[in-house]
């Protein structure tokens, strides 16, 4: 395929001289000094500092209405545990988000698109789970593939049924997991609707044991697993998502050495959220130096959603993955590109600047990698690429 533009003068992290990229039919065709073709377009990038575009590999941005009431509980002393047991919490984002179509929740889940698409971010995970009800579930990834054909942006989404219980379920988890988690699953898979499944493994959740079938099912579909793990309490639920190699466990902040064996070896992302870590002022962080010790690569996301992580800047996140995590300036950014794109089962499509992959990079107004990391408040993208074709 003939090369359409390259892209000249660019620093890459981690390389010593500038490189071009050569970008043919939207995807990379070559890396490198001196590139050339003698019909292509050349872009000078000015010497300005290259990455690949970000990921956001774990989000909740469709959803109806938001919880800064909560916000205000918590400043006064409640815990996320005793809101979400008073009612309050996913539930409380369940009578928001039921009470949109799939129309109103694109229109409220667009703000947070494009101040994600601002900041570099090409990809974006979509997770259902505040429907808690086949239809609202599938509304909302109906919303999430709506979304892809709104904006320039790569959309994943994971089917997350298995979020918390709804207060008008019928039956007990057991009843819920094979009535709405399972058969909603089957519903959204005949309409084209899921990438992943999903689900929150917790004791104000889904044990393990509850959560099986609904895994079991997702192997039988062909799908891969994630999972919601070890944040508030150790669960078990890593053991659970190893045995089903799982493409990520998530929080993961109450994991034992077992649990980080166990994900190595089956290969899965640990995503980290310093958002919900610092929005629920947590004191255990995640084993960070042990994840890094046994080699499993670490992902961050932003968690965007309306109660325990309202935030919607992947640029704020690798800050607070540096500073609260103990992060290196490397594996942050890592984690928002080539380990983000392990943890969506995107690793042969983009998360990287290699030949072959989809031409998705964003250059930045910054001397050296550090300065997207070390920096909170200030956005120094010059621009953004998209399968080879530039915002703006």
Known sequence: MAIDTIWKNARACGAGAPVDIAVAGGRIAGVGPGL????????????????????????????GGDRTAEFEMRLEGASYEQIARAGGGIVETMRATRALDADGLVAAALPRVDALLAEGVSTIEVKSGYGLAIEPELDMLRAARRIESLRPVRIRTSWLA???????????????????????????????????????????????????????????????????????????????AARYGALSVDHFEHAAPEDIAAIAASGSVAVLLPGAFYMLRM??????AALRAAGVPMALATDCNPGSSPISSLLLTLNMGAVLFGMTVRECLDGVT??????????????????????????????????????????????????GMPDG
């Open 338 to 387: 080539g380990n983000a794109a392990r943890a969506l089962g995107l690793r042969e499509e983009t998360g990287r600047l290699a030949p072959g992959l989809s031409a998705d990079f964003t250059l930045w107004d910054a001397e050296r990698p550090a300065e997207l990391v070390g920096r909170a408040g200030l956005n120094p993208i010059h621009r953004r690429v998209f399968r």
């Open 162 to 240: 298995a979020h918390a219980m709804p207060p008008d379920a019928a039956g007990d988890k057991a009843d819920y997991i094979r009535d709405v988690a399972i058969a909603g699953l089957n519903a959204a898979v005949a309409e084209g609707l899921v990438d992943a499944v999903d689900a929150f493994c917790e004791g104000l959740a889904f044990s393990p044991g509850e959560i099986e079938p609904l895994f079991a099912r997702a192997a039988a579909l062909g799908l891969p697993v994630r999972l919601h793990t070890e944040q508030l309490t150790r669960s078990g639920g890593a053991l659970l």
């Open 36 to 63: 050339t073709a003698s019909e292509a377009e050349v872009v000078d990038c000015g010497g300005r500092l290259v990455t690949p575009a970000f990921i956001d590999c774990h989000s909740h941005i469709v959803h």
């Open 283 to 288: 004191t255990q962080a995640p084993p960070v």
